[in-house]
C-alpha cells in the first residue's frame, strides 16, 4: 500500500476506537505527512531527521 493509505486507516482507527489511543504513528504515515505538509521526502532506508519528525509528530497532533 501507499504511505498515504497507511495513514490514513490508522488515523481512523484510532479515532474510531480500533487501536489504543496512545498507538504511535506509523514512519511510513511520518513520511506521507511530512511530504504532504512539509516538502520533504526521504529515502525508506534511511530515518527522518529529528527536526522533520518532530514538526511530523506536530502536525498529526494540531491537524487530525
Given amino acids: 500500500g501507499d504511505d498515504g493509505a497507511i495513514f490514513h486507516a490508522w488515523l481512523y482507527a484510532k479515532k474510531n476506537g480500533y487501536i489504543p489511543t496512545d498507538d504511535p504513528i506509523p514512519i511510513r504515515a511520518m513520511r506521507y505527512i511530512a511530504d504532504k505538509h512539509l516538502n520533504f521526502t526521504s529515502a525508506e532506508d ?19
Fill in 46 to 64: 534511511k530515518p527522518l531527521p529529528v527536526d522533520i519528525y518532530c514538526k511530523v509528530l506536530r502536525i498529526v497532533e494540531s491537524e487530525y
